[in-house]
């Protein structure tokens, strides 16, 4: 009973199960149980930052500013830190239309990566092996696993926590 090895994140998984599975389990978690859905920003942040091919090469230095941000500030709100940088990122005057000067998710010939290897030691299969009853701590201590991997690699500058 052999599984896979992914090739972005290098999780281990079992036959016929990818990261992507294991997304989708945390989703349908956060909808059984909508309180779970606290950490949901911080969820989908720390599943795309492992698998950098998703974002482009603009959003994964988006994703590494909030992430650092998120985990320096006990009460971040994602959404409040997506308001206060609309005007960097609009695409019109208008800072209240929500688009982008660019794509944060990958196109052909712009996809995100990293300068140096990352290892993870936390991971979306880690996260569901442990189950749904502890899935907001377990998130947190991914976001927080992700930040020390990505200093140790030097794709985010060294700094508190």
Same mark, same amino acid.
């Given at each position: ?57 603009? $959003?994964? /230095? ?5 992430? +650092?941000?998120?985990?320096? =500030? #006990?009460?971040?709100?994602? %959404? ?28 052909? $010939?712009? /996809? ?5 290897? +990352?290892?993870?030691?936390? =991971? #979306?299969?880690?996260?569901? %092996? ?28 060294? $700094?508190?926590?």
């Amino acid at each position: 009973m052999t599984g896979t090895i992914c090739p972005a994140c290098g999780a281990a998984q079992p036959p016929e199960r990818t990261c992507q599975d294991d997304f989708y389990e945390m989703l349908f978690w956060e909808a059984e149980v909508p309180a779970r859905g606290a950490v949901h920003h911080l969820m989908v942040l720390c599943y795309h930052l492992q698998h950098p091919h998703l974002y482009s090469a603009r $959003g994964i /230095e988006y994703g590494l500013k909030l992430l +650092v941000t998120f985990m320096a =500030t #006990a009460d971040f709100d994602p %959404q409040s830190f997506n308001r206060q940088q609309r005007g960097a990122v609009a695409t019109s005057p208008n800072p209240d239309q929500n688009q982008r000067r660019w794509p944060i998710t990958a196109r052909p $010939g712009d /996809e995100g990566s990293y300068d140096a290897p +990352v290892r993870w030691t936390l =991971t #979306a299969a880690a996260v569901v %092996q442990r189950g749904a009853a502890g899935y907001e701590p377990s998130v947190r201590e991914w976001a927080q696993s992700l930040l020390v991997a990505l200093r140790a690699a030097g794709q985010v500058p060294a $700094g508190p926590r």
